[in-house]
């Protein structure tokens, strides 16, 4: 299941404005942040994931159509990838 949590991740990056602002530039809790949505990844995906840049993302995600991106505050459930934690507004303030 780990690889449909790299995917999922991508595409949440990808398409969640809000998601990919807290999630870059990556540190600790940008992988805290992914666990707590349910996306849980090994360390050999984290370290991959590390080398991201954030800028990319951004210059791919302005060519998306809106209606397939998310602006604002968004919630996510997770979908299966794992367990979602428990959430608060708090956890990320």
């Known amino acids: 299941m780990s690889q449909k ?5 991508l595409g949440r990056i990808l398409t969640d404005e809000d998601f990919r602002r807290d999630f870059f530039p990556i540190r600790d809790f940008s992988f805290a942040m992914a666990v707590s949505h349910g996306l849980e990844l090994t360390p050999v995906e984290r370290n ?3 080398t991201l840049q954030g800028r990319r993302f951004e210059f791919i995600a ?3 159509d ?3 991106a998310r602006s604002g505050v968004s919630v996510f ?3 299966g990838c794992a367990s979602p934690g428990k959430v608060s507004e708090e956890d990320f303030s």
Request: hydrophobic content about 40%; glycine content about 6%; some cysteine.
């Open 66 to 68: 809106p209606r397939i």
């Open 5 to 9: 949590c790299v995917e999922l991740l």
């Open 62 to 64: 302005q060519s998306l």
């Open 48 to 50: 991959a994931l590390s």
């Open 77 to 79: 459930q997770g979908d």
